[in-house]
């Protein structure tokens, strides 16, 4: 059964940085793409990040690139996004994707298949 659970979510500062986790069980991790999203109040689920495959590709949306960063532990079944230099527009429910076999259209939430509850993250002064 595949299982993804997000923390490290939270109230900061602009500027300030946050790292979140999303912890999978029930699937071979270097095996599936893994992605993160958000979604903010009245819009759309958005394409944060994603690597791909035992390769560890990496993949940014424009919003995040050169402040944030995914990374993977696969000892650990875990895939982190360091966040730096927040900013209110990131300010969103984020959650964390699973697909098997993704080869394009790697920031599309409609590609995946295994979601997880997804984690707050709020930037405000």
């Known amino acids: 059964q595949v299982q993804l659970v997000e923390s490290g979510g939270g109230l900061v500062q602009p500027g300030e940085s946050l790292r979140l986790s999303c912890v999978t069980s029930?699937?071979?991790?270097?095996?599936?793409?893994i992605g993160w999203f958000r979604q903010a109040p009245g819009k759309g689920r958005e394409g944060v990040s994603c690597?791909?495959?035992?390769?560890?590709?990496?993949h940014y949306g424009d919003s995040v690139k050169g402040r944030f960063t995914i990374s993977r532990d696969s000892a650990k079944n875990t895939v982190y996004l360091q966040m730096n230099d927040l900013k209110p527009d990131d300010t969103a429910v984020y959650y964390c994707?699973?697909?098997?076999?993704?080869?394009?259209?790697?920031?599309?939430?409609?590609?995946?298949?295994?979601w997880g509850q997804g984690t707050q993250v709020t930037v405000s002064s």
């Open positions: 994707a699973a697909e098997k076999g993704l080869y394009s259209d790697y920031l599309d939430p409609y590609e995946y298949t295994y």
């Open positions: 029930g699937f071979i991790l270097p095996a599936y793409a």
């Open positions: 690597i791909v495959s035992s390769d560890s590709i990496t």
